[in-house]
């Protein structure tokens, strides 16, 4: 989902994540910040809670705050690189396994 405001434009990145153990895990909370070919363009929160089941695959959903310029200057780069874009998410993450509360650090990233 992409929307427009006054402030600029609200976007969502889809992570598909795979747990590959047997036992479960939940993502709680993340705060990250995206770059789109090497450049921030914005930052995040996660919007909700996710139970992440054992042997499972699930589809995450970052939204992401995106500033006017920044905008332009992916758009400008995804013109000139004719439609393609490196997406990179780098952040960090509340993540209970079992009863045990761990802070982790994370990197998704595209091409």
């Not at 909370?29 to 995206?34: D, F, M």
């Not at 695959?57 to 332009?72: G, I, K």
């Not at 000139?80 to 998704?108: C, H, Q, Y």
Request: glycine fraction near 12%; charge should be negative.
């Amino acid at each position: 989902m992409t929307s427009l405001g006054g402030n600029g434009i609200s976007l969502n990145l889809n992570a598909v994540v795979f747990n590959p153990y047997g036992f479960g895990a939940t993502l709680e909370a993340a705060n990250y910040s995206v770059y789109a070919n090497g450049h921030y363009i914005g930052e995040g929160q996660l919007a909700q809670e996710y139970v992440i089941t054992p042997q499972s695959t699930q589809t995450l959903v970052f939204p992401v705050r995106v500033s006017w310029e920044s905008a332009f200057l992916t758009t400008g780069s995804y013109l000139v690189r004719m439609g393609n874009v490196n997406w990179k998410a780098i952040g960090t993450a509340d993540v209970e396994i079992g009863r045990t509360p761990l802070s982790v650090s994370f990197e998704f990233a595209t091409g």
